[in-house]
């Protein structure tokens, strides 16, 4: 079993800026695509950003310009830069990672916008 483990969340206000971290542990033998997603209340999960394990980066329309995914192999970690937020990215985010084809979730992280 491979457990991801997010860090960073937590409440600020619009215009400002979040850094999460989600950590690869346990059986990794090999972490390949990386990824965040988010669901808002009453809202399905949408995808955030995704990254592969040569950094080719892939981001949703809404927060293109303002979030920066990276990734850390040798720490088996992704991160999500988040900058200028508003109220609407407000959610819980989750990371997925490949290990050996088999896709892991980690447990959420909230991160709430205040205006």
């Known amino acids: 079993q491979v457990q991801l483990v997010e860090s960073g969340g937590g409440l600020v206000q619009a215009g400002g800026s979040l850094r999460l971290s989600c950590a690869a542990s346990?059986?990794?033998?090999?972490?390949?695509?990386m990824g965040w997603y988010r669901q808002a209340p009453g809202k399905q999960r949408d995808l955030v950003a995704t990254?592969?394990?040569?950094?080719?980066?892939n981001y949703a329309d809404s927060v293109k310009d303002r979030f920066t995914i990276s990734r850390d192999n040798a720490k088996n970690t992704v991160y999500l830069q988040m900058n200028s937020l508003k109220p609407e990215d407000t959610a819980v985010y989750s990371c997925?990672?490949?290990?050996?084809?088999?896709?892991?979730w980690g447990q959420g992280t909230q991160v709430t916008v205040s205006s």
């Open positions: 997925k990672a490949y290990n050996l084809g088999i896709a892991y």
């Open positions: 346990g059986r990794v033998v090999r972490i390949d695509d």
């Open positions: 990254i592969t394990r040569g950094t080719i980066t």
